[in-house]
């Protein structure tokens, strides 16, 4: 029997907007409001990204660091995780993607989130969206339990992405033989995953990814407001 796999980015796919500069933000305004003033060291860092001195990896690691903490007790954070994947389910949600989601669960599909974004929220708001499966950068996490401003493994962005969710597969022992796949991004960061799936849907799709979806074949889809 053939298994039937939808996978989701989430960033300006299933959201309008992105989460993590929000969620670091959102945090810090709560808990240490003094953070923001590494608000410019923050912007900073994303330029030296822009500017391709550093990793998107890096630049999270940085972030985290400046508006979080080099470590932090995750039980002074998950509260704070919890109220924000709330105010993104009430906010920041396409109603498209809610649809879709819908759609896929009521036709027996395992629904997977697929994300850059860091599982410390990524997977509450995937939970609260009926999500099956997420897969998510991680958090390292010390030795006293504490998370640290370092990504364990890697960055679940572009090539990596595929890399992850093939990790993920094997781990819960799904056989790409078995399965037919369907796969929701926005971003052409993703174009690895929409060569591999057997059916690839580019969401509200940025510029490059417009242009390669057309040269493709591949279905282009609005979730604005529908």
């Given amino acids: 029997m053939t298994i039937e796999l939808a996978i989701y ?8 907007r992105p989460t993590w500069t929000p969620f670091l933000i959102y945090v810090a305004c709560r808990r240490q409001r003094w ?26 690691e940085i972030s985290h660091a400046l508006l979080l903490g080099i470590h932090v007790d ?22 498209g993607a809610v649809a879709a989601i819908k759609a896929d669960h009521q036709a027996g599909r395992r629904l997977v989130m697929a ?25 390292s996490i010390r030795h006293d339990g504490h998370l640290i ?8 962005y572009g090539p990596a992405k595929l890399r992850m969710i093939l990790a993920w597969m094997t781990s819960v022992d799904l056989k790409l033989t078995d399965c037919h796949i369907r796969f929701y991004s926005d ?27 057309k040269r493709e074949g591949w279905p282009c889809l609005d979730w604005k407001h529908s």
């Fill in 187 to 213: 971003h052409v960061s993703d174009a690895p995953v929409f060569r591999w799936v057997d059916l690839p849907f580019a969401i509200n799709p940025c510029r490059r990814l417009e242009i390669l979806a």
């Fill in 149 to 156: 401003a370092r990504i364990e493994g890697e960055n679940n």
């Fill in 9 to 16: 980015d989430m960033d300006r796919t299933i959201t309008y």
């Fill in 74 to 95: 995750p039980n002074d954070i998950m509260p704070l995780a919890e109220s924000f994947a709330e105010k993104t389910i009430r906010d920041n949600i396409r109603p």
């Fill in 35 to 60: 953070r923001l003033l590494f608000l410019p060291l923050v912007a900073l860092a994303m330029l030296s990204y822009i500017m391709r001195l550093i990793s998107r990896g890096r630049l999270k």
């Fill in 115 to 139: 994300t850059a974004s860091y599982r410390l929220y990524a997977g509450l708001i995937a939970r609260k969206l009926g999500f099956d499966d997420v897969i998510a950068t991680n958090s």
